[in-house]
């Protein structure tokens, strides 16, 4: 008997902590999660588990997977480096499979808790629905339900899940799946589990929303002129069909889902081409009339809407500045508008409480109820992936939510050789944001692993926490000493000085809400930052003070941007660029323009010894610009294609370059009980 037949006859499932392997399947499962992997791949899973706790050898795995073959220690290494991403274990510093220097490899599962310590969780469980039945017999008000303790999948398929809407009969849910021939509109019977596919060909389909009496859909469209509103009549027993009600080529429709009133009204939001104003529309479905309710233009961004139960109240949400999103609700009796709430740290999802007294906050990893008094809630559940599109049930004892998790690594090349491309951080998280030090020797960077927010120093070919960040401020920005000696990084409210070699933090308190760190100045203690005012409309050049705790906007401003690239060269003199142009601050902080470009599509700007360097993105590649400011001659360079990743920073001569990843999302739906 070989010993891939030993291995399949051991064990056909068994569990590694939170996560459920299927032998015979090759998957992995997670409670809202599954990831197939190659069969090889779950044989050496099996292999090191069948000896958990023991090491084995390269050679012993070899041999019991590939038994008749010529060993190859690399096809070993390929497996153990899938399986820790698999299981998010980080390679540098691994807890589950570990390495073990010139003998081979451990798995070390999680220790589990004791069935004491389950039972009296259980108790504890049980005790609490005591009391909640006891408030309930004897009179209590009814509340908004906070207290959820299962997560349950929704999902049954590998494929990326999102975009779903519950139908208002509870019956069903749409939602788009996305697979290797694109995007599509499903339908799923919540009970059974049955699912239809409703498109025939793949799209770019966005939006979603069901009809007020479950029987139909209406769902976005867009490809690169045009944006649709489009709808489906689901009451037929034949393949439904398509009929567009709405086209536009000014706008792109945005909403995160669509709300199908009651007198045949859709609700949704709109971003226009171009300058990204934003708006609230209406699209009457028998007459085809078009209605603008409420317009964002300059300052703010409407991300998304909801309308009320009793439609009513549209409530919507803006971003409102740096990390800031503020919640209004509009009346639709008499176009009154109120703030409810600003939050922070992202807003991803907007719905009511079916009682249309509360609404539900999809808020990066968290969810927060508010009542229409401004008052937040959090509900807690164990989670740190991105929540998006939370709705309750009809009755509200349920929620069903998108559970997204994010990719993104860090790669290196160097401006000789641009496309020969050498991943360099690689954790199954968000790794990004890497800063160079003033020698080029190394980087810093933040990292987003299991929810927390911090940064690593990447050293010798290895990473290290430098910052572990424990309150888990949301970081913004990273800025080095001129010495090398420190890195500076800031939350909304305090300035975090690190020192490299002990990790010692120094915090200094600021008064100016959120601005975002760029770089360090040579000769005073300050930071050059953008900065946006609260009622500002742009981001500002400013210098942050560290020794006073001030910050002084410069005169400088320009069309509504994401951000500006900024830079001080030896003198510290402060460049900057929005699209198309570079400026440099005057000793009198008068605006100068040093150099335009003819495309726009400036992305980075840097000076350095009467050098400015000018990284701009192209429609297929990323060029670099040595623009010497003395003589004013102009060099160009082509440093990658855009395939697949994104330039992020280069050191201090563009010799070496640093890209992101495009991010690998995986969508899943769950509910919470």
């Known amino acids: 008997m070989n010993n891939k037949l030993i291995l399949e006859l ?41 000896h958990q706790g023991n090491v084995v050898s390269q050679e012993d795995i070899f041999y019991a997977v590939w038994p008749q073959a010529i060993f190859n220690p690399s096809s070993v290494q390929r497996c153990i480096a899938i399986l820790r991403k698999a299981f998010g274990d980080d390679a540098k510093n691994p807890s589950l499979i570990i390495t073990h220097s010139k003998r081979g490899y451990s798995l070390e599962l999680p220790k589990l808790e004791s069935k004491k310590h389950r039972y009296m969780l259980g108790s504890g469980v049980i005790a609490l629905l005591l009391v909640v039945l006891m408030m309930m017999f004897f009179g209590a008000q009814p509340t908004t339900k906070t207290e959820f303790l299962t997560l349950l999948p929704i999902s049954t398929s590998e494929h990326n899940e ?22 599509h509109i499903w339908v799923k019977q919540l009970q059974t589990g049955i699912e239809k596919r409703l498109t025939k060909s793949p799209a770019d389909y966005t939006s979603l929303g069901w009809r007020p009496d479950s029987k139909g859909l209406v769902f976005a469209k867009r490809d690169e002129e045009t944006s649709s ?40 939001t709109e971003k226009r081409r171009g300058n990204s104003d934003t708006q609230l529309a209406t699209v009457n479905l028998i007459s085809g009339e078009k209605k603008v309710l409420n317009q964002s233009v300059g300052q703010d961004w409407l991300l998304m809407q909801a309308l009320s139960p009793s439609q009513t109240h549209v409530v919507l949400g803006f971003e409102a500045g740096q990390n800031m999103y503020r919640i209004d609700l509009l009346d639709l009796t008499n176009n009154d508008i109120q703030t409810l709430v600003t939050i922070e740290n992202g807003l991803s999802g907007l719905s009511w409480h079916p009682d249309g007294k509360s609404i539900l906050l999809s808020n990066r990893d968290k969810l927060l109820s508010v009542d229409l008094a401004g008052d937040i809630k959090p509900i807690a559940f164990k989670n740190y992936k991105i929540v998006r599109d939370a709705v309750y049930s009809a009755d509200g004892s349920e929620i069903y939510m998108e559970l997204v998790n994010v990719d993104v690594d860090i790669l290196s090349s160097t401006r000789d050789n641009p496309n020969e491309l050498v991943p360099i951080i690689d954790s199954s998280s968000v790794d990004y944001l890497p800063v160079f030090s003033p020698d080029s020797s190394k980087f810093v960077f933040e990292s987003h692993r299991f929810g927390l927010k911090q940064l690593f120093l990447y050293e010798h070919d ?32 305090a300035i975090f000085r690190i020192d490299v070699s002990s990790g010692i933090v120094n915090e200094t308190p600021h008064t100016y809400h959120s601005f975002y760190l760029r770089e360090a100045f040579r000769n005073e203690d300050a930071l050059l930052v953008s900065y946006r005012a609260q009622n500002g409309n742009g981001f500002h050049v400013a210098k942050f003070a560290l020794d006073t705790g001030e910050l002084t906007a410069y005169q400088a401003s320009g069309a509504r941007l994401s951000c500006y690239s900024m830079s001080l060269d030896d003198n510290d003199t402060v460049y900057f660029s929005n699209e198309s142009d570079v400026f440099k601050l005057t000793d009198h902080n008068q605006v100068e323009t040093v150099w335009q470009s003819q495309n726009k599509g400036i992305i980075g700007v840097a000076a350095k010894e009467n050098t400015l360097f000018v990284t701009v993105e192209k429609e297929h590649e990323y060029t670099l610009l040595e623009h010497k400011l003395l003589s004013g001659e102009t060099r160009e360079f082509s440093i990658g294609n855009k395939t697949q990743k994104m330039l992020i920073n280069a050191n201090h001569d563009y010799s070496q370059l640093l890209f992101l990843t495009e991010p690998k999302r995986n969508k899943t739906l769950v509910k919470l009980k």
Request: charged share 25%.
């Open 10 to 50: 051991y064990v056909s499932k068994f569990e590694i902590g939170s996560f459920h392997v299927d032998v015979k399947r090759c998957q992995i499962r997670e409670f809202d999660s599954v990831q197939t992997i190659e069969p090889k791949v779950m044989d050496v899973l099996v292999y090191l588990h069948t």
């Open 162 to 183: 999102f975009s779903f809407v519950v139908a208002p009969n509870a019956e069903h849910i749409a939602f788009l799946r996305e697979q290797e021939s694109g995007k």
């Open 462 to 493: 290895q990473a290290r926490l430098l910052f572990d960040n424990p309150s888990n401020h949301e970081l913004f920005g990273i800025a080095w000493s001129k010495d090398g000696k420190e890195v500076f990084t800031a939350s909304k409210n």
């Open 229 to 268: 509103l489009v709808i489906i009549n689901l009451d037929s027993t034949v393949s439904p069909e398509q009929k567009p009600i709405y086209t536009t080529s000014d706008f792109m429709i945005s909403s995160h889902k669509l709300d199908w009133a009651n007198d045949h009204v859709v609700y949704f």
